[in-house]
């Protein structure tokens, strides 16, 4: 069965419109210009990276820093994939392990052929992982440059290196790179908005002014309802009634993860009703909710307030009015302290279609328009 609606990355069919940011991004990487692509999490920015990467046949790379816990897990992520560059500029492995062992032998690491690509050991490495980042860097461009062959560096969840390597050195080498690069396409992006925001909106830091910054916002609900009639037909030869998609919509408002995990479920079943969008829905929040309240334990109390009042008034057009301070009971100073890092954190979002405050997670604000 067709898999309309991914709760992982949105690919082929699944893949819904984004052609503006699609044809900005491949703009950048025909320009070779860095990219940053912003968004809250789960909107949709390695999907559309890769997206744009396989529209265009370029040989990339996903480098994925999430689990980076210090400058030699950086080191380690960033050479091994361009460990796996290599393999696609060089596919025959003969030539491969030729050519990776030239590459790695200055920097004293080793390397070997495996089933999976290739393999480096960095025991005998005798650099600091900037020198020998700056370094495989600098190398893989010439290669390239020598084959009059971009390549694509994506460094995903990239707001590790920040938290990890107080220095910025790391930065400053890739900065370095990216700045001159005429065939290393640079393309990064983090899920965690506020880290991402503050290595490169900062004139004292690095990547400051590096990047063309693609903001992600949702998905459009002409968009979805097209997407949506397209997949009922496809699923029951027949389209959706209009106030079933906008049941859809208003449970999930059009967060792109929520729309897909509401309708996977509902795509199991017979073609749904408003009532079984409800209910589908509802059984989803019930199943979730002790996540969503262990992650709600670990805000202050003023934060939970401040969220609960605005989930059950489902939106909120003056969060420093009279009645919403009296509401919570807080003066306008500690309610715009505590609503900064709400929205520093992605708890809360601005509503660009209202102009609301928001709760930005369509699941965390039914948990807790329900209490
Ligand atoms: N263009 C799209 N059309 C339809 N669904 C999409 C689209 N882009 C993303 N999605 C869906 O949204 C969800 C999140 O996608 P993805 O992992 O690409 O987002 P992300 O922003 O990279 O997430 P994270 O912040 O966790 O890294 C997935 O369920 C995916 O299928
Ligand atoms: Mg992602």
Not at 26 to 39: E, G, M, Q, R, Y
Not at 88 to 110: D, M, R, V, Y
Not at 248 to 273: F, G, M, V
């Amino acid at each position: 069965m067709t898999n309309y609606f991914p709760t992982k990355l949105a690919k082929g069919y699944a893949f819904c419109n984004r052609k503006i940011e699609l044809t900005r991004l491949k703009h950048d990487i025909d320009t070779v210009a860095p990219a940053l692509i912003i968004s809250p999490r789960r909107y949709g920015k390695t999907s559309l990276s890769l997206r744009a990467f396989e529209q265009l046949k370029i040989s990339y790379v996903q480098v994925d820093l999430y689990k980076a816990f210090c400058e030699e897990d950086i080191e380690r992520y960033i050479l091994n994939g361009i460990g796996v560059l290599l393999g696609k500029l060089e596919t025959a492995p003969k030539k491969l392990i030729t050519l990776a062992g030239e590459f790695f032998s200055n920097i004293h690491i080793n390397v070997s052929i495996e089933k999976e690509g290739l393999k480096l050991d960095f025991s005998k490495r005798n650099k600091s992982p900037v020198d020998n980042i700056l370094n495989a860097l600098e190398k893989l461009h010439e290669l390239a440059k020598k084959r009059k062959q971009k390549v694509i560096l994506y460094l995903d969840e990239f707001q590790s290196v920040g938290e990890v390597c107080s220095n910025h050195a790391i930065e400053a080498a890739i900065r370095e790179v990216a700045q001159k690069s005429e065939y290393i396409c640079f393309v990064f992006s983090g899920s965690d908005r506020h880290l991402i925001e503050q290595m490169f909106n900062d004139k004292k830091k690095p990547f400051y002014n590096l990047c063309d910054v693609i903001s992600l916002d949702r998905i459009s609900e002409t968009d979805y309802v097209a997407y949506l009639q397209k997949a009922s037909k496809a699923r029951w030869a027949n389209t959706l009634l209009q106030k079933t998609i906008d049941e859809i919509i208003r449970c999930t408002e059009r967060h792109a993860y929520y729309l897909n995990k509401l309708c996977s479920l509902l795509w199991l079943q017979d073609q749904p009703t408003l009532n079984c969008v409800r209910t589908t829905w509802d059984s989803f929040v019930i199943e979730n909710k002790s996540a969503v309240e262990r992650e709600l334990a670990l805000l202050t109390i003023n934060h939970r307030k401040i969220l609960t009042h605005i989930a059950k008034r489902d939106g909120v057009k003056e969060p420093f009015g009279k009645l919403f301070l009296s509401q919570i009971n807080m003066s306008n100073s500690s309610a715009a302290r505590a609503m900064k890092l709400l929205i520093d954190k992605d708890y809360i979002f601005i509503s660009p279609d209202t102009n609301e405050h928001r709760v930005l997670d369509p699941l965390m604000r039914s948990v807790l328009a329900d209490f």
